[in-house]
């Protein structure tokens, strides 16, 4: 009698999270990532974020971050193992902190999420004591 409950199904393994994004970006890069809710007023337009352009998203900030010297590459730093920079993201949860956020992650340095909705003050002892070399905010 055959055990239906012991169903195996393959899976790809992934390493990082860089790889899970480049993987749905090669199987479904036309899919839709996210839906995006805009309002003018009383007009409400929603704009499709494939996952290809999710993927160049985060690729464009995290150039831009490389360019801007927020990693170590290039400075003695790499070659002894202090490859990070650490960078603070707070803000509101939307599209916008999660490219920053994975831009971060996927090779230029250490993310320090920080809550929203913490004191002012404890934002900023929170900035001091993670030593955050930048800050991406929104207004």
């Known amino acids: 009698m055959e055990d239906?409950?012991?169903?195996?199904?393959?899976?790809?393994?992934f390493e990082n999270i860089r790889d899970i994004i480049k993987n749905s970006v090669k199987e479904y890069p036309e899919n839709k990532a996210f839906i995006l809710k805009e309002t003018e007023g009383k007009n409400v337009k929603y704009k499709n974020i494939t996952y290809k352009e999710f993927d160049k998203d985060i690729?464009?900030?995290g150039t831009k971050?490389?360019?801007?010297?927020?990693?170590?590459?290039?400075?003695?730093?790499?070659?002894l193992g202090l490859k990070d920079k650490r960078i603070a993201i707070i803000g509101k949860n939307r599209y916008e902190w999660v490219v920053s956020y994975l831009a971060v992650v996927n090779g230029t340095g250490i993310v320090i999420p920080l809550d929203k909705g913490l004191p002012e003050q404890e934002i900023e002892v929170s900035l001091k004591r993670s030593k955050a070399d930048a800050i991406i905010f929104e207004n």
């Open 4 to 13: 239906k409950r012991m169903n195996i199904f393959e899976a790809t393994e």
């Open 59 to 61: 690729d464009n900030l």
């Open 65 to 79: 971050l490389v360019e801007m010297g927020l990693n170590n590459l290039g400075t003695g730093l790499y070659e």
